[in-house]
């Protein structure tokens, strides 16, 4: 038989990783190419109990179709708006991170 001794760490909570409601693709015309765009990332919640304080960033693979990409989140919601401007026809894949302001233990 054996012994041993361990250090055991008790934490406020598990923090669970930020969510938010599938995001479905989006298409716009090059047509209102001066015009700003956006569409809605709904459903965003801390995947606790809502007492985090929540981040919300948006970049792109290129800048080559568009451009002056940004997500606006007010605190205290669940959605953030995501806006951009058209500069050529093509693709461009769209990043997004919900960060909160809690650590990473456990989670």
Known sequence: MGSGVLNLKVIPFVNL????????????????KGEKHTFKISGINDGNDGSQKL??????????FIYSVGAKYY???????????????????????????AGTELG
Not at 17 to 32: M, R, S
Not at 55 to 64: C, F, I, L, N, Q
Not at 81 to 97: Q, W
């Open 55 to 64: 981040k919300v960033v948006v970049g792109t693979s290129t800048d080559e």
């Open 17 to 32: 990783a930020p969510e938010c409601d599938p995001i479905e693709d989006q298409v716009a015309g090059l047509n209102n």
């Open 75 to 101: 605190e205290g919601t669940d959605s953030a708006i995501v806006s951009y401007y058209l500069r050529e026809i093509g693709e461009t894949i769209l990043t997004f991170l919900i960060s909160d302001d």
